[in-house]
């Protein structure tokens, strides 16, 4: 058995690297002269890395979310987060295949379809790992109803991103404004329900609390 | 002396960093129409990447599965994780490698062998903390017959891993398959035994498990 | 609700990441003949790696600095502090803009003032931070005017980065010189007020500081 | 005041990115056939990996041996440890250079030289935490005689790098031999002395040591 906060701190290193790594998916312009329409005319490959950067980093919100309720993990979990790392890991790849065919003239439809499986398939991650986690017990402090409202919420992303798929043969720009619609969404209006362990605090070092510990800390 | 926590901290690190480099072997593929089946002619690499990261993903979870039974760590012990280590930060190289010569026509096998040697090399290094932990008393919790039995599960890949080496000189594609299996085995049926001294949550907020602390824990 | 230990942790590897990156942007010179030289005429574009350099290191110092005040973190400093995180990881792109365009002949002053953007607007998320932080009662130990001095000093900065980028616009290593100069005053002169939840040791094992815990430490 | 405990973490995360970032350092041979050939002319390239990778790994161990015997930390250490950080970071750029020189036919020497100018730079930093840290009483557990001592044995290695960088001028090869001779040096002789503030365990959860924590635990 292993503890949810070695997973999470690993996990943490992944999406850490990952949503650093994008900025390598922006490329300096060789130019000889006018370095500034240059730079303009690379908006479309800015926004799929803000989109991107948004994303990955409302995973990492929600992410900590899911980890901070957890009261033990299981090894089916340990590799449906794998599985979640891997599509995560994959993001700067489809960002910068976007990104190189957005103003390509040709196969934008592919790229921003490509780039919509990939969101696809880490929502699909992200939502059995919370399917696992409440059906197995491995929660502590959420309620049933709060459980299933909360998949509710999360699952309406799920067919607005194969939309987004579909708008992507028609308009590579509309698939990425989805994209980035669908960041806000999981930004402002999902959140993972119940208590987390560590509320209000760190670990280590809880700050000024309404409940102070009395004497007598933890032993082991 | 060096505590186990900040080798498994560093540990973590390198293999975060180590498992989202591997992105960076999917190159976006530069043509001038259908990108789809540019794409679709990537399957080889693909699934390089996927065999590689999931390699990386499972010797994550059972060099936790070792640490995590550490009582202390001495000096041979850090140099054999350093050796572990440099194992896995060759893992990107050796897939670009495989990845870049598995359907170039020539060399695949050479390639494909490379990839095995370090992976017996990985398997080497790891085998060979296990058993100088054991045999140095370093481990807590493990017993004797269990350890011996946890090095048989282990071993048994290594000449495995000799025998996809083998197997690259006919096809590559076959000695990737081997690696593929392996990945599972190693995912599926190789558990590190013992108790871990985090059982069942993490060192900061233990959850509710089977033995609550004795002289009143701490209270928030 | 978010603990302020995950978030700092996910910063700091963010940080690490993207400080580690700028070294990508120095690239080893292919000549000929006399490599010495060709290092020598590389001089601009290793001054902007060490002023960018620097500048992580002091973000890094000052994030520390600021996350060890707070006592909780809602969702709105979670969102700003991830536009902190955006600005900071494309410092390295803006870094190596500035390195190709230094000594181009051409559109060096474009390239300086990109590169003043991305610091002025991490500076604008960084005081953001703080003003939320401490307009909402997330920090703790820090007095009314001290928070109030904070903000002036770190302030002064921000018409700065202006100025440098109007001096990019006549001399691209004028404003180079000037965020070296940013660099060393937000590093010298620019602390973060109050006292840190965790002071003089760290969350683990705390050093024999000047207030002992009252009732029975922990003793090992 | 910072504690050394995110320091560590900082550093930590650095070190591991750098280390890992060697990796990009060796190519992908683009060879038309014979490609085992062609790995085994690499092999003074990856002598350069393998030294830069040994010599990372110790300095992570020699850092974490000097953070660990820390209590606190000021404003002149946390800068110093920025140093030293740029000069790791620089490590993989210097490695790039003496792989891409060493059989360049020409500059192989420069290369060499300015592998070792880091290299002492790097020593230096290290040195003068080390000085500043014992001169102001930041380091807890440490006699005088033992903290010179290894003062004296730590700066042993710095006129050999100096010594290297000389022979470089003469043969790369023979520069890169002493090298990796100093990184066994450091990695087998020098030893932080003092005991650690967390001897033999984690902070977090120790193992069974030989003084149990009595009841009433840590009061906060």
Redesign the interface.
Known sequence: ??????T???S?????????????D?K?P???????AA?LRGWLPAAAF?VS??TI?II??NH??VF?RL??VDRTL??LN?AL??TV??I??ST??LA??LDAG??AG??AA?YGLNMSAMGLAFGSIWRHATSRGLV?GVDRMAARAFMWRFAVGTPLYVLAVGAALVDARLSLFIYAALAVYY?AFVTVPGR??????????????P?P????????
Do not use: K, Q
């Open positions: 058995m292993t503890s949810p906060a070695r999470e701190a690993f943490d290193g992944v999406l850490a690297v990952a949503i650093t790594l994008l900025v390598l922006l300096v060789l130019v000889e002269s006018d370095l500034l730079l803000a950067f948004a980093g990492w919100v900590h979310g901070d009261v033990r340990l590799y794998l790392l891997m890991v994959l700067p790849f910068a295949l190189d065919y040709h196969d592919t790229a490509v502590a930004g987390p362990r560590r509320a209000g605090g760190d670990g280590d070092a809880p700050g000024p609390g409940a510990p009395p004497c007598g800390g933890r032993d082991r």
